[in-house]
């Protein structure tokens, strides 16, 4: 499926669907072009009742003039939250394509992540159906105290931030959210902005806006990356105005 293909399958699939934010098109931004890479990028952000579809597509990094013709690698669907109408446009998508078993599938593991897959042509799609929040066990509190105390210290290293961070959001709860936010009061932390994006915690934005205003010019990599992550903030602030 060429790029003007696909591009125009989601326009009508999503036909009358909010967008939460504004479209990213790598292509079309010339702050991004140097990010290091062998792919173009494009996200959406589609939102409805209490659901937000964020929209992946990847395609071979080309002349920006060329993007139209080429063929998408993968065009990749999550949906967040709950909204029956986003489920059933994200579906026709996936019916744009052959079932398919997907590719990698096996590498993913157990997320609890729901995955269905098709293929049009060279291009691979996949649904993913993120998990809503659900009870879950507490952490021991011994566990908690001690993963807490690494995000709370100034000199804790990156891995090991990252690793407390992995290891804390195996519980989902008020104090690991709270826990999170104040870790990023301490220093900066990706990944903690990743999971609080992912569960829509929107008190995290100023802390995407902090660590944006921190960037170098010449590290358009991680400029895209929160830039996405920010948009993604700002669509579930948009969810929470049509709840």
Known sequence: MRLHAAQALLDDCFQGVEEGAPRMFEPGE???TERTSAVW???????QDRGLAEVFVKWRRVEPSACAREEVSV????????AAGLVASAQRVLAAGEPSPGRLLELLGADGVRRECSAAG??????EHWPPPTP???LPEATFQGLAAV????GASFEERHEAVDRLCRERSPRVVATLLRALEVGPSLSALRRLSEWGETDA??????????VAPDNPGDLWTLTALRRRFEAWGRVSRVI
């Open 151 to 154: 995000l709370a210290d100034a």
């Open 30 to 32: 010339p702050r991004f």
């Open 41 to 47: 990028l494009e996200y959406r952000w589609y939102v």
């Open 205 to 214: 934005l100023p802390y995407v806006d902090q660590a944006l205003a921190h």
């Open 75 to 82: 065009l990749r669907l999550h949906l967040l939250g709950h």
């Open 136 to 138: 879950q066990p507490l």
């Open 122 to 127: 060279p291009t691979g799609i996949t649904l």
